[in-house]
């Protein structure tokens, strides 16, 4: 049991053990909020483990040479500020490596870290990642559908970011919300590349002279899908470089706690105003995803109880390529087969297994749907 892991437990020995409660007392003048300074000497105070999940986005070390110029001669507005700048790369992983070793300090054992990065600097990311004991769990492949065209015409067009997403250590029980992943790819498991616009319109900040306040902003939806799939709400969120608050607002709006560390206090004060506008999502049961496994058992038979189905009805695959016909004990019969909706569905594909709630479907008011939607339908039901 890590410090903050129960905080019944913790409540309960305060009195009796007042170094625990200097530390969470320290934890709690961090949470959501925004720090002012270095974020190693910033993560260096805070308790160790006590962290649920940290996004970092990191100083690129774009080594860039010179102004960017378009073909018609204007000049690109790109990253130009000291904060990106080392004088080698071995200066590059030694920083690397430290604000590394601080997150890794601060993570519980059963949390997980994003990077992201461009080609500059993502392979020396997950290099060091594994050096340090992480474990590697994804790397998504951000593509930009609106990128940035290469001015030049000497390189391809850089179009994607990567990002890598690890566990603390190999035996990590780390959280990954699959179902809400899956809801918000229409049903469909998501995979590991995705199409995302960068960040422009309403939602980019800008002075009043109309420039970009922060070269580097990410889009709200990126850091959506970062925070929803991998920490629950009440969880403690860190960024280290926090910019100009991506992270602070949509953990604020999913209802996670955050921590905030940056070291430029003018993009803190934009952060601050810019998360002060924020409205938490009103009830939680609009934001998480009941895993399925936590959902009552639905046997294919409580259909037949419930008068959803009937014996005789027939069910077939999407594609009508295969029917069965439903009996009065909640088995099925096709051809010679008889057995539960998936052992049926896997005999007529010739596969080892079926997910016969998918696989077959059934005709309602002229159409074909899924007999997973009857299920949902009796488990409301039986909840009600």
Known sequence: MTLFNNYHFIHNILTRYPIYKRLIMLLKSYLNRVVVGDCIEKMNKLPPESVDLIFADPPYNLQLNGDLERP?????????ESWDKFKSISDYDNYTKEWMSSARRILKPNGSIWVIGSYHNIFRLGYILQDLGFWLLNDIVWRKVNPMPNFRGRRFTNAHETLIWASKTKTSKYTFNY????SLNGDLQMRSDWSLPICTGDERLKNKDGKKIHPTQKPENLLNRIIMSSCNIGDVVLDPFFGTGTTGAVAKKLRRNF???????????????????????????LIQTPRKTAEPRIPFGHLLEQGLINPGELLQDSRSRWTAKIRADGS??????????????AYLQGLQACNGWTFWHIK???????????RHAARAVNQA
């Open 179 to 182: 179902e809400a992943m899956k």
């Open 72 to 80: 018609d001669q204007t000049k690109v507005d790109g990253v130009k």
């Open 332 to 345: 099925l019969i096709s051809r010679d087969k008889k057995g539960s909706i998936h052992s049926v569905g």
């Open 364 to 374: 309602r008011s002229g159409k074909l749907i899924p007999i997973d939607s009857l």
């Open 259 to 285: 921590i905030g560390i940056e070291q430029d206090a003018k993009y803190v004060l934009e952060a601050e105003k810019r998360i002060n506008k924020v409205e938490e999502i009103e009830t939680k049961d």
